[in-house]
Structure formats: C-alpha cells, structure tokens
C-alpha cells in the first residue's frame, strides 16, 4: 500500500481568519491550490487554554499555511471575503466573527486595502472584520480538525493520522476538502497520484466526488 503523503517539504507562510465556523473554511482552503497544511483553533482573546464548549472571548480560525510561489497573500484574501459573511448587519457572535490576523507589515497593509475595496462595494453595509496582529493560536480539539475526513472512518484509519498529523498532516488537509465535494474531480484527478495514496483509497474518494461535487461550505 502506498504512504500517504503526510510532509511537504516547502517553505511556506501563513495566513490566519476567522470565517464563522472553522468546518467549512478548513475544507474549502484545503483544497485550494498551493495551500500545504491547514489547522483550526482559537484567537484573538484572553482568555488561557480555550476549549469548543469554553471559548471564553476567542475566535475560531483557521491557520494556512501556504506556498507564496504557488499562491498569493491576495488571493487567499479573495477567497475569504467571497466565501463567508462579513457585514455588521449579521451581528454574528464573537466566536464566529470575521477576523483577518496578519502575520507581517505587508499581510497588514494587503489586508486593510483588501477591506477598503471591499467596503466601497458594499455601499451602506458596514463590513464588520477585524484586522488584528497574529497572537496564539491554542489549537482546536482533535475531533475538531479535519472534521469532513473524520466522518469517512475507513480511510481516516488507514491513513494512520496521530493527533499531530491531524494538524500538520498534507494530504489530510487535501482530502479533508474533496471529502466535502470541494476542489473538484479534475483538480483531485491531476494530483491524487501525488498524494502517496492506495489504488483502492483514490477510488473511494474519487467515486465520492463524482457523487457529490459542488458541495457547499455549511458546518
């Protein structure tokens, strides 16, 4: 059987946003081009050690981390303004806000133009995201990470993901998307040779995607 593909060796950098719930956004940048790893977890408060049923002030987020030769800092910012609610008018809760924590001068100023553009589009809707530094991250329970692949049981076993490689693990950061029907037949189809799996596990995943592409973000 093949090993999966759990370590990329690339340099990469990284992205942090709160998008509501951490579910959705972790499988839709799983799957997004240039993306090597995804982890969700807590930010942007005060409170020590937070849990999912004691967040305290936290946020949940998700963490990227992704090749910036691959991928730019502005276009993962596309993807985060097109793919969650961002308006005041929704008065979401804090642990479901829309956040932007930079991790450089440059994500700052990338981030704040980002949401001026964005602002000028939407005309009387006041855009309700904070753009914060980077702080700690207290990662989110295991249970919590990669929580579409979780719910394929057979293959999640095979794929022999400890509690760390839930968090840094590649190639479950992949299938944790198209096992949400994101990504696509084609794109899975050019890279799932490249991802260390079996015969058997391609199969399954791919049968999955023909059956249910096109899915959507929704925790």
């Not at 408060?45 to 936290?58: R, V």
């Not at 993807?79 to 642990?95: C, D, G, M």
């Amino acid at each position: 059987m093949a090993q999966p593909l759990h370590h990329v060796d690339t340099p990469f950098e990284k992205a942090t946003f709160g998008m509501g719930c951490y579910w959705g956004a972790e499988s839709l940048f799983g799957v997004t081009r240039g993306v090597l790893r995804t982890c969700v977890g807590y930010a942007a408060g005060t409170t020590e050690s937070p849990k999912s049923k004691q967040l305290g002030d936290h946020v949940e987020v998700i963490e990227i981390q992704y090749d910036p030769t691959v991928i730019t800092y502005s276009e993962l910012l596309e993807i985060f303004w097109k793919n969650h609610e961002y308006r005041a008018s929704a008065r979401l809760k804090r642990e479901y806000m829309t956040l932007i924590m930079y991790h450089s001068e440059d994500q700052r100023r990338l981030a704040e133009a980002s949401k001026i553009k964005r602002q000028a589009e939407e005309a009387d809707e006041l855009i309700a995201t904070e753009i914060v530094p980077e702080g700690p991250l207290y990662p989110a329970e295991n249970h919590n990470q990669k929580y579409r692949l979780q719910g394929h049981v057979d293959l999640f076993d095979e794929l022999g993901l400890t509690p760390e490689l839930l968090r840094t693990s590649h190639v479950a950061a992949r299938l944790n998307g198209y096992l949400a029907g994101l990504g696509g037949l084609k794109q899975f189809e050019l890279e799932a040779n490249k991802l260390g799996l079996s015969e058997k596990q391609i199969q399954y995943v791919r049968n999955f995607l023909i059956q249910n592409e096109g899915g959507g973000l929704s925790c």
